[in-house]
Structure formats: C-alpha cells, structure tokens
C-alpha cells in the first residue's frame, strides 16, 4: 500500500485517455480498433495506452459479478474503531480473503471494509477471528447489506 504522503506525481490524463476510459467504461469488452475510430487514434496507439492506463494503476479491467449469483448470499460493510495506528490494522485487513475493500477515513470510523461471504455464519466467523481479534481493533460495526439497489463503476472521466 502506498502512504496519500508518498503517492507518486501522475501528469493529469490527456483528453484521448480520458476518451479510452470512458469507452472502456461504457463496454470492457470493446475492441482496440472500435476505440481507435471513435478517439481518432491508431489501434496500436490504443493497445499502448490502455497498458500503460493498466500498468500505471489508473484502471483495470475486471469482469464485475453479481456475489449472490455465485453463492455469496451475505455482504456487508464494517465500521471499525482503532487504538492506535489505522494504517498497520487497515494493512492486516487487506490480506483477509473475504475482505474485498478496504480504506483509511476520517470521521466515525478509522477504518471500513466490506466483506462479501457465503452466509451468516461466515460473516460472524470473519468478525471474530479475522477482525475483531486483530490488535489495535476496539469497535467493529457491522452494515448487513439487505438489498443492492445500485451499484457502478461507470463515473466517468473528469
């Protein structure tokens, strides 16, 4: 992970970057050459930028998947209050399988995940062995997702 204080300097993205995330955005699944004529670039011009987009961390492409489709029928997002340092607990979070997302914030919580598993007993197993156990770790508030209403990936370029 790296600290906010030592995240390297990226020059802002060019307008054609912009127009290839976007595409990308709209269908992961577009071809070179289709982005090619819509940004009024070359395809291999394209394939370079989407590996150097790729390579450099600005984006990835994933197919995205409905959890509950795959047999994980219980997500839910968890609140969690630190002593001392958030960063080493939020560094131990990451290394939990079922742990899908973690971040730093401010306000109430030091830290929140989001932990996608197969049921009830899962989640309270993950709680109480995986979080809650971990030093540094005082308070773990637990969000039981009952219903996506929506969920994007698709923000956009600014």
Not at 25 to 31: P, T, V, Y
Not at 50 to 67: F, K
Not at 117 to 140: F, H, K, M
Request: aromatic content about 6%.
């Amino acid at each position: 992970m790296v600290d906010i204080g030592d995240a390297p300097h990226r020059p802002p993205l060019d307008h054609i970057s912009k127009a290839i995330i976007s595409a990308l955005q709209q269908n992961g699944r577009r071809s070179y050459s289709a982005i090619a004529e819509q940004v009024g670039i070359s395809e291999g011009a394209v394939r370079q930028r989407v590996q150097r987009l790729m390579s450099g961390g600005v984006m990835q492409i994933v197919a995205v998947t409905d959890p509950t489709e795959l047999g994980f029928g219980r997500e839910a997002m968890i609140g969690i209050c630190c002593s001392g340092d958030s960063l080493q607990v939020a560094e131990k979070l990451t290394e939990v399988d079922a742990i899908d997302y973690v971040v730093v914030t401010a306000g109430r919580f030091d830290v929140v995940v989001e932990v996608v598993c197969e049921d009830d007993a899962e989640l309270l197993n993950i709680l109480n062995t995986q979080i809650r156990s971990l030093p540094g770790v005082y308070l773990a508030e637990t969000l039981v997702y009952l219903k996506t209403l929506k969920q994007q990936y698709n923000w956009g370029t600014r």
